[in-house]
């Protein structure tokens, strides 16, 4: 059995020069996601779940600490990581289908072998039949659809997800969260989820993370032990109100000492 956790973010800082001061982002941010785990970053606004997400990706780079994937470290942005962005990202001049062939270029692959693969993400994520339409021809959840298909198409084996649900209204939101987690078994990927959302959290996630106030670092976990396949009924189970409940104060104390700590210093 191999041991060694997919994905390791170890001791990770991340500072910024602004025109006023130097902002610390991250501060010792630490955590492990193991082989086909689903985890969840949450926290307050700018408590850096989206710089952690980049570097990670290999978008941006540490002032210090280290990513590694399978025990190797990060150094930039690679195929063994997919990326989908809450922007929908997408080429409007391409059809879905060519969004996803564009991401396959540059593989040993032929321009057939490159059709085939795109057709069959767009019929796992259900747009078999918009497969020629532009992105200004589908609406936002099935923009985010093509943006997942695309992802997946050259076959990462982890999936950075930041905010890709945040702009879609509640009920797409919800039939996002269920397609994700029907992907995401289908495919079995180490998933890093970035959202604001606890409750979608605990929906789609192994474990959830929350991190403190900038800079950001991770404070709690709380595994999520409901049953797999999810289903929305479980919203109204107990346990599910119980998780809702720690993640929530958790956030929430993390606010309140954030006010405290402006107030302070005003």
Same mark, same amino acid.
């Given at each position: $059995? =191999?041991?060694? #956790?997919?994905?390791?973010?170890?001791?990770?800082?991340?500072?910024?020069?602004?025109?006023?001061?130097?902002?610390? /982002?991250?501060?010792?941010?630490?955590?492990?996601? /193991?082989?086909?785990?689903?985890?969840?970053?949450?926290?307050?606004?700018?408590?850096?779940?989206?710089?952690?997400?980049?570097?990670?990706?290999?978008?941006?780079?540490?002032?210090?600490?280290?990513?590694?994937?399978?025990?190797?470290?990060?150094? *930039?942005? *690679?195929?063994?990581? *997919?990326?989908?962005?809450?922007?929908?990202?997408?080429? #409007?001049?391409?059809?879905?289908?060519?969004?996803?062939?564009?991401?396959?270029?540059?593989?040993? @692959?032929?321009?057939?072998?490159?059709?085939?693969?795109?057709?069959?993400?767009? /019929?796992?994520?259900?747009?078999?039949?918009?497969?020629?339409?532009?992105?200004?021809?589908?609406?936002?959840?099935?923009?985010?659809?093509?943006?997942?298909?695309?992802?997946?198409?050259?076959?990462?084996?982890?999936?950075?997800?930041?905010?890709?649900?945040?702009?879609?209204?509640?009920?797409?939101?919800?039939?996002?969260?269920?397609?994700? @987690?029907?992907?995401?078994?289908?495919?079995?990927?180490?998933?890093?989820?970035?959202?604001?959302?606890?409750?979608?959290?605990?929906?789609?996630?192994?474990?959830?993370?929350?991190? @403190? =106030?900038? #800079?950001?670092?991770?404070?709690?976990?709380?595994?999520?032990?409901?049953?797999? #396949?999810?289903?929305?009924? $479980?919203?109204?189970?107990?346990?599910? *109100?119980?998780?809702?409940?720690?993640?929530?104060?958790?956030?929430?104390?993390?606010?309140?000492?954030?006010?405290?700590?402006?107030? $302070? /210093?005003?």
């Amino acid at each position: $059995m =191999n041991d060694v #956790p997919k994905l390791v973010v170890r001791e990770l800082r991340k500072e910024f020069d602004t025109r006023k001061e130097r902002v610390e /982002a991250l501060d010792d941010a630490t955590l492990e996601l /193991a082989v086909n785990e689903f985890v969840s970053l949450v926290g307050t606004s700018g408590c850096g779940k989206s710089t952690l997400l980049s570097i990670v990706a290999g978008l941006q780079e540490p002032t210090s600490g280290a990513v590694l994937v399978d025990g190797h470290p990060v150094d *930039g942005p *690679g195929r063994d990581r *997919g990326v989908v962005l809450q922007s929908y990202t997408l080429f #409007p001049w391409l059809t879905a289908r060519e969004n996803i062939e564009f991401a396959l270029r540059g593989q040993s @692959t032929s321009a057939a072998e490159r059709r085939s693969v795109a057709d069959e993400q767009l /019929a796992l994520v259900g747009l078999e039949r918009f497969a020629d339409a532009h992105p200004n021809q589908l609406s936002g959840g099935m923009k985010q659809r093509v943006a997942i298909a695309r992802a997946l198409s050259y076959r990462p084996e982890i999936l950075l997800m930041d905010e890709p649900f945040g702009a879609l209204d509640a009920l797409t939101r919800q039939l996002m969260q269920e397609l994700l @987690t029907k992907v995401w078994e289908r495919h079995r990927l180490t998933v890093l989820f970035v959202t604001h959302d606890v409750e979608e959290a605990i929906y789609v996630s192994d474990r959830v993370l929350v991190m @403190t =106030n900038r #800079p950001g670092r991770i404070k709690q976990e709380v595994l999520v032990d409901l049953p797999r #396949p999810r289903s929305y009924d $479980m919203l109204a189970s107990p346990r599910f *109100g119980e998780l809702y409940g720690e993640v929530l104060e958790s956030i929430r104390e993390e606010s309140v000492s954030g006010e405290r700590e402006r107030g $302070m /210093a005003a």
